[in-house]
C-alpha cells in the first residue's frame, strides 16, 4: 500500500505563503505524476497543481503566477509553495499520487487526508 503524510498547512493572513509538503511511503515501485488539489466548503475538489516525473508541471489558472509546485523523486515527496495568498485560496487541500505498488502492474489514484489552509485577516 501506498500512504501519503501531508504537513504545513495553517493560519496565515492575506498576502502571506505557506508551504505544504506531502511524502509517499509504503511499498512504492514508481510514481508518475504528483499534485494538489483543494476543497472548499460547499465547493467540489478542484485541481491546484501537477507535477510529472519528468518535471512537467501544470496549474489551476487561478494560482498561476503565486503557486509553485516542486518535487524531489529521491524521496517521493512533493511541495506546494503559495505566495501572496487570498481569502478564496482558503480551502483543505489534499495530496495526491499516481503511484504503482511494488508487484503491481497499474497505477492507481492515492490521496491524503488533507491540510487545512485558512487565508484570514
Known amino acids: 500500500q501506498v500512504q501519503l503524510a501531508e504537513s504545513g498547512g495553517g493560519l496565515v493572513q492575506p498576502g502571506g505563503s505557506l508551504r505544504l509538503s506531502c511524502a509517499a511511503s509504503g511499498s512504492i515501485?514508481?510514481?508518475?505524476?504528483?499534485?494538489?488539489?483543494?476543497?472548499a466548503p460547499g465547493k467540489q475538489r478542484e485541481l491546484?497543481?501537477?507535477?510529472?516525473?519528468?518535471?512537467?508541471t501544470n496549474y489551476a489558472d487561478s494560482v498561476?503566477?503565486?503557486?509553485?509546485?516542486?518535487?524531489?523523486?529521491?524521496?517521493?515527496?512533493?511541495?506546494?509553495?503559495?505566495?501572496s495568498l487570498k481569502p478564496e485560496?482558503?480551502?483543505?487541500?489534499?495530496?495526491?499520487?499516481?503511484?504503482?505498488?511494488?508487484?503491481?502492474?497499474?497505477y492507481y489514484a492515492y490521496w491524503g487526508q488533507g491540510t487545512q489552509v485558512t487565508v484570514s485577516s
Open 29 to 39: 515501485f514508481s510514481i508518475k505524476a504528483m499534485g494538489w488539489y483543494r476543497q
Open 48 to 56: 491546484v497543481a501537477r507535477i510529472r516525473s519528468s518535471g512537467g
Open 64 to 83: 498561476k503566477g503565486r503557486f509553485t509546485i516542486s518535487r524531489d523523486n529521491a524521496k517521493n515527496t512533493v511541495y506546494l509553495q503559495m505566495d
Open 89 to 106: 485560496d482558503t480551502a483543505v487541500y489534499y495530496c495526491n499520487a499516481d503511484a504503482m505498488p511494488r508487484g503491481g502492474v497499474n
